[in-house]
């Protein structure tokens, strides 16, 4: 497993590598519009893509952003992908504010920069997030033939809701497509759904029952108090 995991991180890696490149030659691009402008600076761009290709990997890499399992991206890894981007931006930048200093890299189109930022920011992102977008896709179409049966989710609070807001989302692709019939907490004082005056499926009130067929989240009840 964690071997398919680095290998499916490699090609990740090589598709940023496309995608700086692509992200620094648009900056040039939009900046200056293809044409004549554009050849007279093609040096600079070209500056711009190694330094790219040799930070942001690095950054992204410190990060961990070829580290992670992207079919199950959250807003947490947005906003990894944010943050990474933006650091690795910035670095590019001061590496380039510098050559200017010190005349390496003469008549550099500053304006260039913050577009290579928002230019990264979608294709490092967008593409990453594509990614859990197709396993979805995949997910519920594998989903779509296997036979739905009725469970009852037990407790969890928070942990519960997130359950029921994604009741088909797993890690073993074997198991089988579950519909919830209900939510069970032992105190509905203490449950989100009630607190928040939703409660669909509908949330039962237990304090001693047995669970018929398999029970979802892991609840704060004593293991004696939950039986399958």
Known sequence: MRSRIFTRNRLVLIGDLFLIIVAALGSFALRLDLGPFFID???QAIWLSAIALILKPLVFYVFGLYRRLWAYASIYELMLIILAVSTASVLVSVTVILLLVFKVLPNFPRGVLPIDWLLSMGLIGGSRFALRVLAEAQSSSSNSSARSRRVLVVGAGDAGARVVENPNRRVDPGSAKTQQGGRAHQDQQMNP????????????????RTVPAGAGSSPSWPESRVRR
Do not use: D, F, M, Q
Not at 197 to 203: R, W
């Open 41 to 43: 600076y093609l040096n």
């Open 193 to 208: 759904a009630h607190r928040a005056g939703i409660c669909n499926p509908p949330c039962l009130s237990v304090t001693r």
